[in-house]
């Protein structure tokens, strides 16, 4: 498992959950925890929240563990 900058980075200020998928890259869980204001996305692939963007927390978490157990990127060169 190789943790860079890029698949691990610093923690952002509104960061709730950090989880790591299958090769280390951070799946951040960002916003607040109360309300629909919080979003996700994979340090590893670039995939992130969808439409709702932006969700109640335990939606949110859900979707970015789903995430994060199946997805093998550690980097990746995407245009956002
Ligand atoms: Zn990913």
Same mark, same amino acid.
């Given at each position: 498992?190789?943790?860079?900058?890029?698949?691990?980075?610093?923690?952002?200020?509104?960061?709730?959950?950090?989880?790591?998928?299958? !090769?280390?890259?951070?799946?951040?869980?960002?916003?607040?925890?109360? &309300? $629909?204001?919080?979003?996700? =996305?994979? /340090?590893?692939?670039?995939?992130?929240?969808?439409?709702?963007?932006?969700?109640? !927390?335990?939606?949110?978490?859900?979707?970015?563990?789903?995430?994060? &157990? $199946?997805?093998?990127?550690? =980097?990746? /060169?995407?245009?956002?």
């Amino acid at each position: 498992m190789k943790l860079s900058p890029h698949s691990s980075p610093a923690e952002p200020a509104d960061l709730l959950i950090r989880m790591h998928n299958l !090769v280390g890259a951070a799946v951040d869980v960002t916003g607040r925890n109360h &309300g $629909q204001a919080s979003r996700w =996305y994979c /340090h590893g692939c670039g995939q992130r929240s969808e439409f709702p963007a932006v969700d109640i !927390v335990s939606f949110t978490r859900r979707k970015a563990n789903d995430h994060a &157990g $199946q997805c093998r990127a550690a =980097y990746h /060169h995407l245009h956002r």
